[in-house]
């Protein structure tokens, strides 16, 4: 028992080492989460605001393609990933590969939220993802999963969710020696509730260490929650902001950091005249004080539809300059 205690507080020790040397770390980075970037002109509404910044894009297999869609009709009309994306992209990465700044990279932050997980989606995108390496944040493949190797920085970094078979396809079936090219989150923990309303409800009450049990390994790098796991039921049953919610959300932070997770919460939104549900705290108030509290809290992705508010409020939270 002794030698395994030993093993597991040295790969620990081995985890933020490694971890340390980045300026990327879990905690030393504050990112806009464009949500659902894929409706008409989201891509260009979030690519006016100050980098760095994440962008949250759906995606469908449809007729061979991966196309930037929530699903449903329109799908059959909506854009392929390489045109949204890559193509509208172009120019910031290359500028970003001229000028070098690696201490700033990645100034974006490409999001996947497969909607369907065919095997033939699966190797479409990470053959897209090939023809874009020279732009991507990459690991190598190593005979140690659990622990996570060094990055080699680009502009762009990859994230997707927690989806088993992404995991077999991304990162099992990449031999050792080659690159990860992109990156999973954990998997769900299991919450109490035989329906989508009672896990929301029970989702505040399980504690932060059974929400978030695991290390980061070479492939999975992030946890990703709804606010319900801060508040009981969510943004529609959020009442006024207390210092035992203030104390959750750090909670959850410190834990996610800890464990040397990235960690990413959805989404929050605040508009005035709307009734409270779904996304929407309902008012602007109600969410300038989450977002507040998230910023200074250090959650790595804050995710909102609310891009340029948002921006504005990180922005001076931070004390960044915003041009």
Not at 132 to 161: H, I, S
Not at 234 to 242: L, N, V
Not at 244 to 264: G, P
Request: net charge negative; with cysteine; hydrophobic share 45%.
């Amino acid at each position: 028992m002794a030698a395994v205690a030993a093993a597991a507080a040295a790969t620990v020790t081995l985890i933020a080492q490694r971890q340390a040397s980045s300026h990327f770390a879990p905690g030393e980075r504050v990112w806009l989460d464009a949500h659902n970037c894929y409706n008409h002109d989201e891509i260009d509404r979030a690519l006016e605001q100050p980098l760095p910044i994440s962008i949250e894009e759906d995606l469908n297999w449809y007729q061979g393609r991966s196309v930037v869609s929530h699903g449903g009709e329109d799908v059959k009309t909506a854009p392929d990933l390489e045109t949204y994306f890559f193509d509208k992209v172009k120019p910031i990465v290359e500028k970003a590969l001229k000028e070098d700044n690696r201490a700033t990279w990645p100034i974006l932050i490409l999001h996947f939220d497969f909607k369907t997980n065919e095997p033939e989606h699966h190797k479409f995108v990470l053959a897209l993802l090939h023809k874009y390496e020279a732009w991507l944040t990459t690991a190598p493949r190593t005979a140690t999963p659990d622990v996570p190797a060094p990055f080699t920085v680009g502009p762009v970094l990859v994230l997707t969710e927690n989806n088993a078979q992404q995991q077999v396809d991304f990162h099992d079936d990449v031999p050792v020696g080659e690159k990860l090219l992109l990156f999973g989150s954990i998997r769900d923990a299991q919450i109490p509730g035989a329906t989508t309303q009672e896990k929301a409800a029970n989702a505040a009450t399980v504690s932060a260490e059974t929400l978030i049990p695991v290390n980061a390994t070479n492939y999975r790098r992030w946890v990703n929650f709804p606010w319900a796991v801060v508040e009981a039921g969510g943004q529609g049953h959020a009442g006024d902001w207390t210092t035992a919610d203030e104390a959750r959300l750090r909670a959850l932070v410190v834990r996610a950091h800890e464990m040397h997770l990235w960690i990413r919460f959805y989404t929050l939104n605040g508009e005035d005249g709307k009734p409270a549900g779904g996304y929407n705290f309902g008012s602007a108030a109600a969410v300038l004080t989450r977002w507040k509290a998230a910023i200074d809290a250090k959650v790595d992705f804050l995710a909102t539809d609310q891009y340029e508010e948002l921006a504005r409020v990180r922005a001076a939270q931070l004390g960044l300059h915003q041009g």
